[in-house]
Structures are given as C-alpha cells and as structure tokens.
C-alpha cells in the first residue's frame, strides 16, 4: 500500500520523505487554509521534495472552469494530480484532463456508485472518505471494501486513495482489505511505530540494563 501524506506542511513532508515513507501528497482547500500558504507556492516546493503524485484540488464548481484550474496546476510539475470533485461537472472536467494524459483524482467520494462513475470518467485516482463516513455513524470501511470489489469485479485501474484517515485502525483495515493507497496526515503516520507494548518493554530494558553496569561502546 502507498503512502500519501495528507498535509501541506513542508517540513513535515520532508522529515517523511527522508525516511522513504512519502509516495505522495495530497491537499484540498483546507489544508492550504491551515498552512496559510499561497497554493502555487506552496504546491511548487512540495513537488521540489517529493517525486510521487502530489494532488492540487480545483476550486470552481463549472467544468470548463475546473478544467483551466487543473491546467494551471497542471504546470506546476509533472507530478501535479489535479484533484476535482465528484460532481457531474468534476466527472466531465476529469473526461477532459485524463485525456490530456493528467493524473486525476477524484475526491468527496461516498459511494461505490460515485467510485464507479469515476473510474469510467477515466480517474487515476478515487478518494472514498472513510472518517467523515464514520462521522455519521456509517463504517467508511465497508466503502473501500466494496470499491475494491467492485474494480476488481470489472478490472478498472483506477486506484482506491482512502482518504480522510485519522485512526490507526484505518490504516490497518485500508491495508487488510487492499486500499491501493492511503493518505493521512503526518501524526497518524508516525502513530504507525507506536505500541504501549513497545514503550512499556523499552522501559524494562532500559532499567535491567542500567543494573547490569555495562557498555557497549
Ligand atoms: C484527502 O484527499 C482528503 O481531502 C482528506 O483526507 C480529508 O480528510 P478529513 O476528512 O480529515 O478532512
């Protein structure tokens, strides 16, 4: 599974990118909100570190106006995935820049059907959103379950990007029923090496070690 980091924080991108642990980024209008960045700006610097799929969201809601957006992002880099939405409108401008040979990803994903019309729309990538399902009190799980049943029913090559992760349990169940990518944001990836079991077993070793009064080095 693919790890996307869903930040625009730089140097958070880049501590996790010298790890190897960063095949992607992704940010939408929110995240650039926080970083209180301008998008070009800060889109161009993320794509100078990271050589993976960086997804920059179009903001209008008409197609031929997403359309220009996406180009204009499109410039950035080559590794600028213009992200739209899933609207009618997101689907056309995703026909348009798919066959321009762009990256799409087709974001605010909640159903299979949603998923489906979007690989038909020629997507590269789906973000189902799994935490604002859960939100609901619906299982954002069974979402990804079922588009991964449902692509591979048909063998679309759309990649299923979970998004809005914020458990370490959706990382897991995105790995166990076979998420081609997910993307979260830095805390919850470096969550990922933490167990209490770890920590409590560091803190014996630590002090036996101490009372044995040796070193290594
Ligand atoms: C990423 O592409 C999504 O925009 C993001 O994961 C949404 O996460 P949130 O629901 O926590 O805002």
Not at 70 to 98: F, M, Y
Not at 110 to 115: D, H, L, R, Y
Not at 171 to 200: E, F, R, Y
Request: proline share 3%; hydrophobic share 45%; with cysteine.
């Amino acid at each position: 599974m693919k790890f996307f980091v869903d930040s625009a924080d730089v140097a958070a991108i880049a501590e996790l990118n010298d790890l190897g642990m960063v095949d992607g980024v992704t940010t939408n209008p929110s995240i650039i909100l926080k970083s209180g960045r301008n998008i070009l700006e800060v889109t161009k610097e993320i794509c100078s570190i990271v050589s993976g799929p960086v997804s920059a969201e179009v903001v209008s809601l008409k197609a031929d106006e997403m359309i220009a957006e996406g180009r204009k992002l499109a410039e950035i880099a080559p590794n600028i995935t213009v992200k739209v939405p899933l609207t009618w409108d997101g689907l056309k401008a995703c026909k348009v820049l798919s066959g321009e040979g762009k990256m799409v990803n087709v974001t605010l994903c909640f159903s299979v059907n949603q998923a489906l019309i979007a690989a038909k729309a020629g997507a590269t990538f789906i973000s189902p959103f799994i935490g604002r399902l859960d939100d609901i009190n619906l299982d954002g799980m069974d979402l990804i379950s079922d588009i991964r049943q449902v692509y591979d029913n048909y063998g679309f090559e759309t990649q299923i990007l979970a998004a809005s992760i914020r458990t370490l349990n959706h990382v897991t169940q995105c790995a166990l029923v076979g998420a081609d990518v997910m993307t979260a944001p830095p805390s919850v990836i470096k969550g990922l090496a933490s167990h209490v079991l770890t920590d409590k077993g560091l803190d014996q070793f630590v002090k036996d070690w101490a009372k044995t009064g040796q070193s290594i080095l």
